[in-house]
C-alpha cells in the first residue's frame, strides 16, 4: 500500500511542515478502507478517518489508534454493504428497464426470438425426458448391477433361434452347480386367463409363472403377505396393489380366492408394489412355477423359460459364461441333442451347428436386445441417441437463430452503443446490460417452454407409448438444470454480441463507418446453414420412416387384414364350440369363420421337421399353427401348389400345408404328395403349398410355417370372423349375443384382427410420428429464425432497396438480389445435410429385412419443402421492404 | 417537507455553525463536546449522505494536509433549503416545548423524578 502513489502524498511534498510524518494506519484495513472507500458518500472517508487516526496516535498511542481505526471501519462495513447493494440493483434495475424498451421496440423480434428459444428448449426438455425414462429402465432393482438374464444362440441345419430365453432345467442347475451363482429364477408366460372374484370378471394379459427366488433377485416390495411364502404352493398367487384394489376394493385380499377361466382357484397370498413404467417386464400376477408341469421339465433342447441370474458380487460374467457353456453343454445338452437329433455333440458341431448360451445385463435389456420373443416390445439404443442428437440440434438451432439475430441487431444498436460509450458507459456495463438482455430473454423462453411442454405432454405420452411427467420435485436435478439451461442459452447467445458490440470504437460507429459487418454476415451464413442442414435431416428421417410404414402397411402381406373379427379363447366353449360358430356363420354379412389355435401377430409355436426320406440330422425348425379348412378363406390367402384342407371330414389328420418358404426349406422342389415326419417321430403328408406370409415385423425375412389341421370338433382358441357386407362394429353385438347363449357367463373378448396385427408394427410407427412431431418444430423454429433474420437483413438495406428503387430496379430484381443470398445458404446447407441424411436413415433401413427404396424422391422432396418454407418466409420480408415508397425511406438524410 | 430525525438535526446544526467548514471529523468532534458521546464516522455520514441526497447541504472539496495521508476534505455547507429545514423545525419545536416548564420536568404532574 505504502508504494501506491495514490494513497500517499508525501507530508512534506504538500505542506512543507516539519511536523514528523504521523505513523501508518494499520496496512490491511486500511487498504480495505480503500478498496471499499467508493462505496461510501462522502465517496472518501479515508482522509477522515486518517486525520483523527493521526490524531489518537498522538494522543493515546498508536496501539489504541490502530485499535480505533478498526473498530471504525468493521463499523463502516454495514454502510458499505448497504450502498453496495444498491448501487447493483439500480444498475440492475436499469439494465432491465433498457432491456424492456428494447424489447417493446422491437416487438417482432422479441416475439421470434422467445418463441423460437421457448419451442427449442420445450423441445429438448421433452426430449431429454424421454431419453432419460429409456435409460432408466430396470434400475430401480437394488441388485440390478448383479443380475443377467440368460440367452441362447442354436444353429441348426441353418435356421437361427435366438432369444433372451433358456431351458426349463437352466434355473435350477446354475444355483446347483455354481458357487458364483448366489441366485436364478425362471418367469414364464402362458396364456391369459379371465379371472373372477364375484361379480367382477376381467382378463388378463400380465399372467406370469414365476419361481420363489426370483423375489430374491428383482425388488419386489410386498405391501401384504410373507415373500418368503409367496409363491411356493401350486394354487397360489401374487398380485400388485391396483390388481387387488381392482378384485377386492377395500377388502383385505390375503385368503380371497380369484377364479381363473372357471377352471382353477388361486388363493392370494401376497400383495407387491406395481411394477414401475420402466421395466422391460411389467406382471399383475405372479403365480408359482410348481403350478404348471412343464417347468420339471428336463428338456435342454427347448427354450422357453427366461431365466435371470443374480451373481456374488465381482463374477466375470464372460468368463463364467465360457465355463458353464462348456460344463453344460457336456452334461446335459448333449445328451438331449443325441436323444432329439440323433447326433452326438460332436456331429451336431461338424454338421455346422451352433449352439451357444450369453448373457445379458439386465438393465441391458430394454435397449439393447432385440431377438425372438422379447417379453415386451423394447426400446432401441440408435433411437436414444438419435433423439438426444435431435434434441442438442433443435436446442441449437434455437440458440443459434437468437445470436444470429442478435448479430443481425449488431449494426441496429450499434448507434447506441456509441452513444453510450461517449457519455461514459464502461465496457463492462455494456457486457452487462446485453448479457442482461440475453439472459431476461433466455428465462423467459424456458418459463415459457415448461406451461409448453405441459401442453404437449399427454399427446406425446400416448405417441411415444409412455407415461412421462414433468419432474419438478421428485428429480431433483431438474429445477437446477432448468436454471442451468436458461442460463447456459442466455450465455451463449448472448456472449458473442455482448462482447461484439461493446467493443464498437464510438468514433467509428458514430460517423457510420465499419462495424466489423464482414466477420458477423460470415458468422450469420454459417449458422442457417446449420440449421437448415438439421432440418433436412430431420425432413428426410421423417418422410424416410413414413415411406417404410406405407411400404410396410402397402405391402402384400400374403393375407387380409380388414374387416376380420377375432374372438379369443373359444376353447372354453368346448363342445358349443361348433355350434357357436354354425351360428356365427349363418348370421348375414358374414362371409367365413374358422377356428385356429393362433393367428397371424402372436409367437407362434415352432418344431422340428424333416422329410422322410431324409437321413435325422436334416431336421428343420417350422412354425406351425394348427387350423380349421376355412382359415385360408377367411384371411383370403392364396395358394402355391396343391390344396388346402377340406371338408367335411376335415381331411386325414396327418395332412398339413407348408409356406413356399418352408418347401424351400425342406429343400422339396414339388412339395405336394411328400412325407414329413417330425421330431416326436410322427409322419405326415403334405397337401398343399400356400403362398408365404408375414406373420410377424418386417424386421426378419420371412420364416417357414407349417399348418396343421384341426380335429373337426376345433378347440382352437381363436375364431376368426371375416366380414363381407357388415360392419365390424355393427356385428359385434350380435356377436356377443351367440356367445353368451353358448358360454354363459365366460367373458366375451373380441379384437378387430387389423388393431392386432398394427401392434406389430407399433414400434416403427411410434418412431414414425416421434420423428414427424420433431421434425416439424425444426422446421418451424428453423424458418422463424429465417424470418427474422430477412426481416432485419432487409431493414438494414432499407436505403439501398430505396435507391436502386429511384435508379429504376423493378421490385423482382431486389427479390432476386436478395433470394441469391439466401439460396447459397440453402444449397450449402443440401449439400452437408442430404449426404448425411442418407447415411443415416440408410442405417435405420438396414434394420429391416423388407424395405423401401431409399429414392431420389424423398430428398427431392425434403430439399422443396425447405427451399418453399425459405422463399415464402424470405420473399414476404423482402416483398414487404421493396414495396415500400423509396420517399419514405430516403426522406431521413 | 418530511421532518429530519434527531441525529440529522444534530448534523445539520453543526454544519450551520461551522460556518462552511464542516467535514467528518469537525462534526463528530462537535457532537461530542456537546453530548460527551463518541458517534462513530459511520452514524455520521449516513446521515450526512442523505442530507445531501436531500438537498439540505451541499458538498465541496477542501484541502489536503497532511494528517490525513494527503486526502482531500470533503466539507459541507448548509443549504437555503437547509436553513429552512431548520427553521421550520425550531418553530415545531418552540410550539411542542412551548407549555413545558421546569415544574412539569422536574415530575410533579405524573408523579415522576
Known amino acids: ?893 | 417537507m418530511k421532518l429530519v430525525t434527531r441525529n440529522e438535526e444534530m448534523i445539520l446544526l453543526a454544519v450551520l455553525r461551522q460556518d462552511g467548514q464542516a467535514y467528518g471529523v469537525s462534526i463528530r468532534e462537535m457532537i461530542q463536546q456537546v453530548t460527551g458521546e463518541e458517534w462513530s464516522f459511520a452514524s455520521i455520514y449516513e446521515p450526512l449522505a442523505k442530507l445531501a441526497r436531500n438537498g439540505l447541504v451541499e458538498k465541496y472539496r477542501g484541502d489536503a494536509t497532511p494528517e490525513r495521508g494527503g486526502r482531500h476534505k470533503v466539507l459541507y455547507r448548509i443549504t437555503p433549503a437547509g436553513r429552512a429545514a431548520l427553521a421550520e423545525l425550531q418553530m415545531i419545536q418552540r410550539e411542542m416545548w412551548a407549555d413545558v416548564g421546569a415544574e412539569r420536568l422536574t415530575g410533579r404532574e405524573t408523579g415522576e423524578t
Not at chain 1, 241 to 265: C, H, I, Q, V, W
Not at chain 1, 874 to 890: F, Y
Request: with cysteine; proline share 5%; charged share 20%.
Open chain 1, 1 to 893: 500500500m505504502a508504494e501506491d502513489p495514490g494513497c500517499i502524498n508525501v507530508p512534506g511534498e504538500s505542506t512543507g511542515l516539519s511536523q514528523p510524518a504521523p505513523p501508518w494506519p494499520p496496512r490491511g484495513a486500511a487498504w480495505l478502507a480503500g478498496r471499499l472507500s467508493r462505496f461510501v458518500d462522502p465517496e472518501d472517508p479515508l482522509g477522515d478517518l486518517h486525520e483523527v487516526y493521526a490524531h489518537l496516535a498522538v494522543t493515546s498511542g498508536a496501539r489504541r489508534a490502530r485499535a480505533w481505526y478498526r473498530i471504525q471501519l468493521l463499523l463502516l462495513l454495514p454502510l458499505i454493504l448497504k450502498n453496495l447493494i444498491y448501487w447493483s440493483i439500480m444498475m440492475w434495475k436499469n439494465y432491465l428497464k433498457i432491456t424492456w424498451r428494447t424489447m417493446c421496440r422491437r416487438k417482432g423480434y422479441t416475439f421470434i426470438n422467445i418463441i423460437g428459444l421457448a419451442l427449442g428448449v420445450a423441445c429438448f426438455v421433452l426430449i431429454g425426458l424421454y431419453v432419460q425414462d429409456e435409460l432408466s429402465y430396470d434400475r430401480y432393482h437394488t441388485q440390478a448391477d448383479r443380475i443377467q438374464r440368460v440367452g441362447v444362440r442354436v444353429m441348426n441345419q441353418g435356421v437361427l433361434f435366438h432369444a433372451g430365453q433358456a431351458a426349463a432345467p437352466m434355473a435350477a442347475a446354475l444355483r446347483r452347480d455354481y458357487p458364483e451363482v448366489e441366485s436364478a429364477a425362471r418367469i414364464f408366460r402362458a396364456g391369459a386367463p379371465v379371472l373372477r372374484y364375484k361379480d367382477r370378471v376381467f382378463s388378463e394379459e400380465r399372467w406370469f409363472y414365476a419361481d420363489p427366488e426370483i423375489l430374491d433377485i428383482f425388488t419386489i416390495p410386498f405391501r401384504r403377505g410373507e415373500p418368503e411364502e409367496a409363491l411356493i404352493r401350486p394354487g397360489t398367487l401374487v398380485l400388485t396393489e391396483s390388481m387387488a384394489r381392482k378384485y377386492f376394493g377395500d377388502e383385505n385380499p390375503l385368503g380371497k380366492t380369484l377364479r381363473a377361466d372357471n377352471r382353477r382357484d388361486y388363493e392370494v397370498t401376497g400383495v407387491v408394489a406395481d411394477v414401475p413404467a420402466n421395466s422391460h417386464v411389467h406382471y399383475d400376477f405372479l403365480v408359482p412355477m410348481k403350478s404348471i408341469a412343464y417347468a420339471e421339465s428336463d428338456n435342454w433342447i427347448s427354450h422357453n423359460f427366461y431365466t435371470y441370474v443374480l451373481f456374488r458380487p465381482g463374477v466375470d460374467v464372460t468368463d463364467f459364461c465360457g465355463r458353464m457353456q462348456a460344463d453344460v453343454i457336456r452334461k446335459y445338452v448333449g445328451p438331449g441333442l443325441k436323444g432329439a437329433l440323433g447326433l452326438t455333440t460332436e456331429e451336431f458341431f461338424a454338421a455346422g451347428g451352433e449352439f451357444d448360451y450369453f448373457f445379458q445385463p439386465l438393465t441391458d435389456i430394454h435397449l439393447g436386445s432385440h431377438l425372438e420373443k422379447e417379453l415386451e416390445p423394447n426400446g432401441h439404443e440408435v433411437y436414444v441417441y438419435l433423439f438426444s442428437v435431435i434434441a442438442l440440434a433443435i436446442l441449437l438451432i434455437a440458440g443459434v437463430n437468437f445470436v444470429n439475430l442478435a448479430t443481425a441487431r449488431a449494426t441496429d444498436r450499434a448507434r447506441e452503443v456509441g452513444v453510450r460509450k461517449t457519455i461514459g458507459s464502461r465496457r463492462d456495463q455494456l457486457v452487462g446490460q446485453f448479457l442482461c438482455e440475453a439472459l431476461l430473454l433466455s428465462s423467459l423462453a424456458v418459463l415459457l417452454a415448461l406451461p409448453l411442454v405441459h401442453l404437449v405432454l399427454p399427446g406425446f405420452n400416448q405417441l411415444a407409448g409412455k407415461i412421462l411427467h414433468v419432474p419438478y420435485l421428485d428429480n431433483p436435478v431438474f429445477i437446477p438444470f432448468l436454471v442451468g439451461l436458461a442460463l447456459f442459452v442466455g450465455l451463449l447467445a448472448g456472449l458473442y454480441p455482448a462482447f461484439r458490440l461493446s467493443a464498437f470504437r464510438p468514433v467509428s460507429v458514430l460517423r457510420g463507418g465499419t462495424t466489423g459487418e464482414g466477420a458477423t454476415s460470415r458468422l450469420r451464413g454459417v449458422l442457417v446453414v446449420f440449421q437448415f442442414a438439421v432440418s433436412l435431416v430431420l425432413i428426410v428421417g421423417t418422410l424416410v420412416v413414413y415411406s417404410q410404414l406405407a411400404f410396410i402397411q402397402d405391402r402384400n402381406l400374403g393375407f387380409e387384414r380388414e374387416q376380420i373379427v377375432v374372438v379369443r379363447k373359444a376353447d372354453d366353449l368346448g363342445g358349443s364350440l361348433v355350434p357357436f360358430m354354425n351360428e356365427v356363420a349363418a348370421l348375414p354379412g358374414v362371409a367365413a369363420v374358422s377356428n385356429s389355435s393362433d393367428i397371424m401377430g402372436e409367437n407362434l409355436g415352432d418344431t422340428l421337421y424333416r422329410p422322410l426320406d431324409r437321413p435325422a440330422d436334416h431336421l428343420k425348425l417350422i412354425r406351425h399353427l394348427w387350423v380349421d379348412p376355412s382359415f385360408a378363406e377367411a384371411y383370403g390367402m392364396q395358394m402355391a401348389d396343391g390344396r388346402f384342407f377340406i371338408r367335411p371330414d376335415q381331411d386325414a389328420r396327418q395332412a398339413v400345408v407348408i409356406t413356399e418358404t418352408a418347401a424351400r426349406n425342406l429343400e422339396l422342389d414339388a412339395a405336394v404328395g411328400e412325407q414329413l415326419i417330425s421330431m416326436e417321430g410322427k409322419t405326415y403328408t403334405v397337401v398343399g403349398v400356400i403362398r408365404d406370409f408375414h406373420f410377424e415385423s418386417l424386421h426378419q425375412p420371412i420364416r417357414p410355417v407349417l399348418f396343421r389341421v384341426l380335429s373337426p370338433d376345433g378347440g382352437g382358441k381363436f375364431v376368426s370372423v371375416r366380414l363381407d357386407s357388415v360392419g365390424m362394429r355393427e356385428i359385434l353385438p350380435r356377436l356377443e349375443n351367440l356367445w353368451r347363449k353358448h358360454a354363459g357367463g365366460q367373458a366375451f373378448e373380441y379384437e378387430f384382427f387389423d388393431d392386432h396385427f398394427a401392434r406389430v408394427f407399433l414400434s416403427e410407427e411410434r418412431t414414425g410420428r416421434v420423428f414427424l412431431i420433431f421434425s416439424i418444430l425444426a422446421v418451424g423454429i428453423a424458418s422463424l429464425g429465417l424470418l427474422g433474420l430477412a426481416a432485419f437483413m432487409t431493414r438494414q438495406r432499407t436505403r439501398e432497396i430505396g435507391i436502386r428503387r429511384v435508379l429504376g430496379a423493378t421490385t423482382r430484381e431486389i427479390w432476386w438480389l436478395f433470394l441469391r443470398l439466401f439460396g447459397r445458404w440453402l444449397g450449402l446447407a443440401a449439400l452437408i445435410g442430404i449426404p448425411l441424411a442418407w447415411w443415416i436413415m440408410d442405417r435405420w433401413l438396414e434394420d429391416f429385412a423388407y424395405r423401401t427404396r431409399l429414392g431420389v424422391g424423398v430428398f427431392g422432396a425434403a430439399l422443396l419443402l425447405v427451399v418453399l418454407v425459405a422463399l415464402v418466409t424470405v420473399s414476404l420480408q423482402i416483398l414487404r421492404a421493396a414495396r415500400v415508397r423509396p420517399v419514405d425511406t430516403l426522406r431521413c438524410e
